[in-house]
């Protein structure tokens, strides 16, 4: 039954080698998207292209509905399966503040890597600053220390906040998906910028 | 159909089985701490060992003892009737459908008190209902129920109630724990199936 | 000659089963900010030791004498880069570039970029994750702190698009 380095003496050069071929297989994923380029990326936010949205919301509903199969054909224990914490402040402002950084950098650390693995130089800068960003972090924590910690809600879920089983709020989830991809859709042929698309 | 619509199609098809496939969903811990420890101080949760043993000779449907101790100790000497989810096993099990059922008491026992206790709140943290805890525990147990005597001249009526429960209950703790395995085994199977009843239909 | 990038929802279904892959076999989803982090953390222990060790952020990477440098996050991110070239050779999309719209200067896009680069990873550490560690792979364990963070993401980057428009259109 998966995840399969929960098994106890699972060892660690494994671990790590799998985690190199998870990294690779996500950054073909990534740039075969397209997302090695900024200006798709931004294009989400101005209309001309919707790939972001699409690609995002698959990805994590194949996840989704393939981890529940998964598990209920007892192949995965979810319960060994981080669920990410919630601490909703840092949530919130560091969204905000991620949010501008995207919209000026044209890029998220994953896609901004794989970008600099095809020669994108502003993905080189974007890296650099990403780097310099995380170093600042570090370095200025105790300041933001209990900002970061504020609001601890443990590993919180959304159907459990709802009230609703997992399957339910999964179907609702792609329904609301399949409606953004209609009109993501829409908002291409309304907003297109023929002399972008065709350059990226 | 383009690739949005056949992709739309297969992920709603496969939304539609999840939210009707019997997922027992996984639980995380519902409740602030400090709500779950007034509610564990305050609220009427202990039964004391004589009310476990008239459950007990009663063969009462309504409650479920757990013995939290370790499968050695539970198969050496148990309170007849009780299932065993050792307290270690308790996070890594699906409890749903030991703890989770319509109308019955889980009524939580071990040595003493502390493993109970937390076993409670855990339960309680899970969103389970009707959590109770025997008072005392087996220590408890063995002080009132097998090893107690009465003594005086006169005995009130309640007090010979008290007496007869305890001597019945001693008794069958005696008998049942001296069974064999198997025995023992066949007795614990014949109850699993007519819980399953209570708990069964097409729900 | 340039090849066409893959159809969205096909190239999502495989980054879908590259998440379900991460969580089956090793219990967790993907990251990105995280391997920037290591990197960052790695090379602060090698230069300066002793601030490192003083420090309540470096420090705990230290402990126990682990190495930040094998990290699964770390580990993960150098296969990113090793994926995206891949890919690019694949694709014949290997070229040096700048991407950013004509009206602007080069200058000010890789300003842009630098400074860009630091606010999202800085927001990132706060946050406790990015686009892919909290919103992508968040999502597809239904976690609330994941959903929170993605839809600040988009939000905020919905409202500041309007005043960067000229870097992109």
């Known amino acids: 039954m998966g995840p399969f380095t929960s098994i106890s003496g699972f060892p660690a050069w494994l671990d790590l080698l799998i985690a190199f071929i998870i990294g690779t297989g996500f950054g073909f994923a990534l740039e075969q998207a397209g997302f090695s380029s900024s200006r798709k990326l931004v294009g989400m936010f101005y209309g001309y292209d919707t790939t972001v949205i699409k690609v995002f919301f698959t990805a994590s509903i194949v996840a989704l509905v393939g981890s529940q199969f998964l598990s209920y054909f007892g192949l995965l224990n979810l319960n060994l399966v981080f669920v990410n914490e919630y601490y909703v402040t840092a949530a919130i402002v560091g969204g905000v503040i991620m949010g501008a950084g995207f919209i000026m950098g044209g890029f998220c650390p994953g896609t901004g890597v794989s970008a600099l693995s095809i020669g994108k130089i502003d993905a080189l800068f974007y890296v650099l600053g990403g780097l310099t960003g995380a170093f600042l972090f570090a370095e200025t924590y105790p300041l933001i220390q209990h900002l970061a910690d504020n609001a601890y809600r443990g590993p919180v879920k959304i159907n459990e906040v709802l009230g609703l089983t997992p399957g339910l709020f999964t179907l609702l989830l792609i329904a609301a998906a399949v409606i953004m991809f209609w009109l993501a859709e829409l908002a291409e042929k309304k907003f297109a910028r023929p002399d972008i698309t065709n350059q990226i | ?203 | 000659m340039k090849n066409k990038y893959m159809n969205p929802y096909l190239a999502g279904t495989l980054l879908g089963l590259v998440l379900l892959s991460a969580m089956y076999i090793a219990g967790r989803g993907l990251g990105a900010s995280g391997g920037l982090k290591y990197c960052v953390v790695s090379v602060v222990g090698a230069l300066d030791k002793p601030h490192a060790e003083r420090s309540t952020y470096y420090s705990k990477y230290f402990e126990g004498g682990q190495k930040p440098l094998t990290n699964w996050l770390t580990l993960e991110i150098f296969g990113v880069l090793a994926g995206g070239f891949i890919s690019g050779a694949v694709s014949k999309r290997l070229t040096f570039k700048i991407e950013k719209s004509p009206k602007i200067s080069n200058t000010r896009r890789l300003t842009l970029a630098f400074i860009g680069g630091m606010f999202f990873v800085y927001g990132a550490q706060l946050a406790r994750g990015c686009t892919s560690g909290a919103a992508l792979s968040g999502m597809a364990v239904l976690s609330v702190a994941g959903f929170v963070t993605m839809m600040a993401i988009f939000g905020s980057a919905y409202l500041f698009a309007w005043f960067f428009r000229k870097n992109w259109i």
């Not at chain 2, 409740?31 to 564990?40: I, R, Y």
């Not at chain 2, 019955?104 to 076993?119: E, P």
């Not at chain 2, 147990?141 to 001693?170: C, H, L, P, Q």
């Open chain 2, 1 to 203: 159909m383009n690739t949005r619509q056949k992709i739309s199609v297969i992920l709603l098809l496969l939304g539609l089985i999840l939210a009707f496939l019997p997922l027992s969903g996984n639980y995380s811990f519902h409740g602030k701490p400090d709500k779950l420890l007034t509610e564990a101080l305050y609220e009427n949760t202990y039964f004391t060992a004589d009310q476990v043993a008239r459950f007990a000779i009663t063969e009462d449907s309504t409650i479920q003892l757990i013995d939290l101790r370790s499968p050695e100790e539970f198969r050496s000497f148990s309170i007849p009737g009780a299932i065993n989810i050792p307290y270690g096993e308790m996070l890594s099990k699906d409890l749903e459908s030991f703890l989770n059922r319509e109308n019955i008491r889980n009524i939580f026992y071990s040595n003493s008190d502390y493993n109970a206790n937390y076993a409670f709140v855990i339960a309680k943290g899970l969103g389970f209902e009707n959590n109770y805890v025997m008072k005392g525990g087996l220590n408890e147990w063995y002080r009132v129920v097998m090893n107690s005597e009465f003594s005086g001249d006169k005995i009130t009526a309640r007090e010979n109630a008290i007496f007869e429960t305890r001597t019945r209950a001693r008794r069958l703790f005696t008998e049942m724990n001296s069974m064999p395995d198997s025995l023992k085994a066949k007795y614990r199977e014949s109850k699993e199936i007519e819980r399953k009843k209570l708990d069964g239909g097409c729900e």
